[in-house]
């Protein structure tokens, strides 16, 4: 496989809205020891993108200051050390970002062999939302079959993939959205109650049916007192994101009364050594029924890598249901 030199890029020429991604050229990165080049496909969009752009979401010192935190596509070269994998391979890769570009690298054990039969679209829109949804859902949260399980934002990237988890590991799956088609779209994926938040009360809902044992919060600001008060007695709250803010002023006493967690993770920070345990974990238990088909990604729309500024736009507006990605090759 040539490789160029340079390659078709989008970067964050400064911070600002969706308007401050431009197409620009850059020089194709090399693989270091225990790296995979990939030549994209396709990329996912994702929420951390936009914070990126706005400057609310630095990237690691060592990542490419590119955005783009997922793709699919073909290992183009191997680092040093690299056994796994060979030219050609198509993968779906957990980036440290970069992904908007028609190369990234990425560490050779956070790429996924694309699941049987699916398209490169759809393979592209796996990593960030699985890895996140099951490091904070099962590894953190340890959601077991039976649990109540309420996630917000049902119909955002990662509330579609948590809402098929969930209900795949035999939890009851509560959820909410922000309108009757939204909250349609997660009872079809497996949720048994989705709550349109602008018309019913979550608390009340999940309090009458004694609790949710584990929520997946995004939303933050004044949803995390009333997801405490949502929570069963040994309840445990992660929180991923704070769409409405990070700072509140809470009372803690039922913490301790009754015995609530709180706790929440962000994926981009964490150590190699820990992505890859979460790669192998999907592999293992997710991978599989990829393959089969029983659960996948929902797709929202697809854009040129030169549009990317159009796929942020979408995203914001939060009239997307599911995945946005970027077609690239
Ligand atoms: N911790 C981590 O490792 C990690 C990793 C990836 C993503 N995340 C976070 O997870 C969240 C979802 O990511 P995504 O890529 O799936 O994003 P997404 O598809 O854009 O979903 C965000 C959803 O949140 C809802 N929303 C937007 N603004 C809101 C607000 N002010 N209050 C309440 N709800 C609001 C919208 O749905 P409605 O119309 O229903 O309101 C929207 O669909 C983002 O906040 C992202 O930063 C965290």
Redesign the pocket.
């Given at each position: 496989m040539q490789i160029p030199s340079e390659m078709t890029v989008v970067e964050i020429s400064e911070y600002g809205g969706p308007e401050v991604l431009k197409p620009a050229t850059a020089p194709v990165p090399r693989p270091g020891p225990g790296q995979i080049l990939v030549r994209i496909a396709y990329a996912g969009v994702?929420?951390?993108d936009a914070?990126q752009r706005a400057g609310n979401y630095a990237p690691p010192p060592d990542a490419s200051p590119l955005p783009g935190l997922e793709a699919s596509g073909h290992v183009a070269a191997i680092g040093d050390g690299v056994t796994r994998w060979s030219v050609g391979d198509a993968v779906a890769a957990l980036l440290p970002g970069g992904g908007y570009a028609e190369y990234a690298v990425t560490d050779a054990d956070h790429a996924l062999p694309v699941p049987d039969g699916m398209s490169m679209d759809r393979a592209a829109a796996l990593c960030?939302?699985f890895f996140?949804v099951w490091t904070?859902v099962f590894m953190r949260g340890g959601l077991k079959a039976g649990e109540r399980f309420l996630v917000?934002?049902?119909?955002?990237?990662?509330?579609t993939v948590a809402i098929q988890l969930a209900a795949l590991h035999g939890a009851r799956v509560f959820t909410?959205?922000?309108?009757v088609s939204?909250c349609q779209s997660c009872l079809d994926l497996g949720a048994d109650q989705a709550l349109n938040?602008r018309e019913a009360d979550f608390v009340e809902v999940l309090r009458a049916e004694g609790g949710a044992d584990l929520i997946l919060d995004?939303?933050g600001g004044p949803y995390i007192a009333r997801n405490l008060d949502a929570l069963a007695d040994d309840g445990r709250l992660v929180q991923?994101?704070f769409?409405?803010g990070p700072e509140v002023e809470l009372n803690m006493t039922q913490v301790m009364t009754r015995r609530l967690t709180i706790t929440?993770?962000?994926?981009?920070p964490q150590s190699p050594a820990a992505k890859t345990a979460i790669a192998r974990a999907l592999e293992t238990e997710v991978w599989p029924h990829l393959a089969s088909g029983r659960i996948g990604p929902v797709m929202d729309s697809e854009y040129a890598l030169a549009d990317a500024s159009e796929a942020h736009a979408r995203?914001e507006s939060?009239a997307?249901i599911g995945k946005i990605v970027l077609k690239v090759a």
């Amino acid at each position: 496989m040539q490789i160029p030199s340079e390659m078709t890029v989008v970067e964050i020429s400064e911070y600002g809205g969706p308007e401050v991604l431009k197409p620009a050229t850059a020089p194709v990165p090399r693989p270091g020891p225990g790296q995979i080049l990939v030549r994209i496909a396709y990329a996912g969009v994702n929420r951390p993108d936009a914070l990126q752009r706005a400057g609310n979401y630095a990237p690691p010192p060592d990542a490419s200051p590119l955005p783009g935190l997922e793709a699919s596509g073909h290992v183009a070269a191997i680092g040093d050390g690299v056994t796994r994998w060979s030219v050609g391979d198509a993968v779906a890769a957990l980036l440290p970002g970069g992904g908007y570009a028609e190369y990234a690298v990425t560490d050779a054990d956070h790429a996924l062999p694309v699941p049987d039969g699916m398209s490169m679209d759809r393979a592209a829109a796996l990593c960030e939302t699985f890895f996140t949804v099951w490091t904070n859902v099962f590894m953190r949260g340890g959601l077991k079959a039976g649990e109540r399980f309420l996630v917000h934002g049902g119909s955002s990237g990662i509330g579609t993939v948590a809402i098929q988890l969930a209900a795949l590991h035999g939890a009851r799956v509560f959820t909410t959205a922000g309108s009757v088609s939204k909250c349609q779209s997660c009872l079809d994926l497996g949720a048994d109650q989705a709550l349109n938040y602008r018309e019913a009360d979550f608390v009340e809902v999940l309090r009458a049916e004694g609790g949710a044992d584990l929520i997946l919060d995004m939303v933050g600001g004044p949803y995390i007192a009333r997801n405490l008060d949502a929570l069963a007695d040994d309840g445990r709250l992660v929180q991923i994101a704070f769409l409405q803010g990070p700072e509140v002023e809470l009372n803690m006493t039922q913490v301790m009364t009754r015995r609530l967690t709180i706790t929440g993770s962000t994926l981009r920070p964490q150590s190699p050594a820990a992505k890859t345990a979460i790669a192998r974990a999907l592999e293992t238990e997710v991978w599989p029924h990829l393959a089969s088909g029983r659960i996948g990604p929902v797709m929202d729309s697809e854009y040129a890598l030169a549009d990317a500024s159009e796929a942020h736009a979408r995203m914001e507006s939060s009239a997307h249901i599911g995945k946005i990605v970027l077609k690239v090759a």
